[in-house]
């Protein structure tokens, strides 16, 4: 189904999860943005700005935690870490205290957290969710909005996982900045009647057309740009990481990476103000990068970078980090 953005394919999912199992209740997790209208607002659980002043919003929606191993507090190797283990059990307890499992219709999950701060779970998270959800007939619904169409190596980042979806949401990328967005789904789910959902403007021809040449360009050659480049720009964050005493954390799949400030590594005390002025600082050298989640700076540069340009920004970045060193 053809939306126009990001957060109407997520008003979609959330539509079609309600229609599809005839139940009401949805999961998601701590750190989500899945969008800003009612029912995208109502999933996601990023920032209190975003929702502060417009409740009451969609109810019947839980949040848990997501894994993030950087800042598990235990143990957390993998395959299966300490993290990954305790946001499963916080899914369990919910169906024990608040929520019956027979009365949840989908549960909606970024494969990389994108505004919680570029987060990578270990496989075992996205593997336990699929599992949950089969054993109890729940919708698992990957919003791949931000880390989809190319951006991680693969198509989508759910392949990396081994992890096949019930639900795909997609926008940003699928049409190179033409608005379009899409979900996918297969066939015995995707069973609203004529009537059930609709968009007037929805896989307009020109955007279609854009989305098509895209995905040719994708397959061309731009995915394979994107793990190569992305391997080398990893490498290149590591290597400040091991003279900058400001980056605690380096991770990412692809061309989609983050770097997480702190003021200290073993306490791991986030450095928002200190990324803050590394990004306005950048800013003013030429250098364009976003913020997410508490101190991370996001790498997510147009799949046709090259290594050059990426030196180019590394350099920069050196410069701006000399000042905590």
């Given at each position: ?70 800042r598990c507090t235990k143990s ?61 007939g729940i919708l698992l619904i ?184």
């Amino acid at each position: 189904f053809f939306t126009n953005s990001g957060a109407e394919s997520v008003e979609a999912a959330f539509k079609l999860a309600r229609y599809h199992t005839g139940r009401q209740h949805m999961i998601a997790f701590f750190g989500a943005f899945h969008g800003r209208t009612m029912g995208a607002l109502s999933l996601t659980g990023s920032k209190v700005v975003q929702r502060r002043g417009f409740a009451q919003l969609i109810p019947m929606v839980s949040h848990i935690d997501y894994a993030n191993c950087y800042r598990c507090t235990k143990s957390c190797e993998q395959p299966l870490g300490a993290c990954c283990l305790d946001s499963l059990n916080q899914l369990e307890d919910l169906f024990k205290r608040t929520v019956a499992p027979q009365e949840v219709a989908g549960i909606i999950v970024e494969p990389i957290q994108g505004e919680g701060g570029y987060i990578v779970p270990p496989p075992a998270f996205h593997r336990g969710l699929r599992e949950i959800c089969d054993r109890h007939g729940i919708l698992l619904i990957a919003d791949e909005v931000q880390s989809g169409m190319g951006r991680t190596g693969k198509m989508f980042a759910m392949e990396h996982f081994g992890v096949v979806p019930d639900v795909i949401c997609l926008a940003k990328g699928i049409a190179s900045g033409m608005p379009l967005g899409a979900i996918i789904a297969r066939e015995g789910i995707m069973d609203w009647g004529p009537g059930s959902h609709a968009s007037t403007f929805g896989g307009n021809p020109v955007s279609c057309v854009a989305a098509l040449e895209t995905i040719k360009l994708l397959e061309a050659g731009l995915m394979t740009n994107a793990q190569v480049v992305g391997e080398h720009l990893m490498s290149r964050l590591r290597e400040l990481m091991s003279r900058h005493r400001l980056i605690g954390d380096v991770r990412g799949m692809g061309l989609m990476i983050g770097a997480e400030l702190v003021r200290d590594r073993t306490t791991k005390e986030y450095a928002s103000t200190e990324r803050d002025e590394v990004v306005q600082e950048c800013f003013r050298r030429g250098l364009l990068l976003l913020g997410s989640g508490s101190s991370t700076l996001r790498f997510c540069p147009p799949l046709v970078v090259t290594q050059a340009q990426c030196d180019t920004a590394i350099k920069i970045l050196d410069e701006v980090l000399a000042k905590w060193s």
